[in-house]
């Protein structure tokens, strides 16, 4: 069975700092999503990492995935206070379905 | 491309009732999932449709759930004699063959 840690669970950052969050799996996968969610709301989708060695950058967030470490993070570079949410990873396994992590609540600190 | 829908957004019920949610994909997609998530949880996979298929369904999806998809547009998830447990944002998303799911904005359901 495929499971999905995150870590840290909870995460308080000032602004402007930089910080990762670490998403590792069990099983092998060539494909890593990342997902925002603000309270009350759906998911949004942030980046599809497809291949070992991938990299996505899209503002003051990037994502990687180290498909033979299991492995994928994401940095946040120089935060500001509209980051503030929970971050999910989520991995599709062999049977085509997404397993997600537990998430990372993050929130900056003015 | 408007999105995925799901309706209703929120539904209040009492434990032993029977609630029906609703899904409509965006028009492209031939995939549809469903998935539940709990407070402080990520979403947990229930089930998927491929076109009108119905190709998986997860363990957490007991004998009083059931989902359809009848015509491999929108679907349909039903829960018979809700229990408290049942209590969670009920998740749709949709995607074009394995490429990336896009989730619709949720049914939170209420069970007293």
């Known amino acids: 069975e495929l499971k999905v840690e995150q870590n840290p669970l909870f995460l308080s950052m000032q602004e402007g700092k930089n910080y990762t969050i670490y998403c590792n799996y069990s099983t092998t996968s060539d494909r890593l999503y990342w997902y925002r969610q603000d309270p009350g709301k759906s998911l949004e989708s942030l980046f599809v990492?497809?291949?070992?060695?991938a990299v996505k950058q899209e503002g003051r967030l990037m994502a990687s995935l180290d498909t033979k470490a299991r492995l994928s993070t994401l940095h946040i570079t120089a935060a500001v206070h509209d980051l503030s949410a929970t971050y999910f990873c989520?991995?599709?396994?062999?049977?085509?379905?997404?397993?997600f992590g537990t998430g990372t609540r993050l929130t900056i600190i003015p | 491309d408007t999105g995925v829908s799901q309706n209703p957004r929120h539904k209040i019920t009492k434990r032993g009732q029977n609630v029906t949610f609703r899904c409509d994909p965006i028009s492209e997609h031939n995939r549809l999932y469903w998935y539940r998530q709990t407070l402080g949880q990520g979403p947990e996979f229930l089930t998927y449709?491929?076109?009108?298929?119905?190709?998986?369904k997860s363990r957490l999806l007991s004998d009083r759930f059931s989902a359809e998809r009848p015509k491999g547009s929108f679907s349909t998830l039903e829960i018979q004699r809700t229990e408290q447990g049942d209590s969670a944002m009920y998740l749709c998303a949709s995607s074009r063959d394995t490429l990336r799911q896009y989730f619709g904005p949720g049914t939170r359901l209420t069970v007293t």
């Open positions: 990492l497809l291949s070992n060695g």
């Open positions: 449709f491929q076109n009108e298929a119905q190709l998986e």
């Open positions: 989520a991995v599709d396994g062999e049977d085509e379905k997404l397993t």
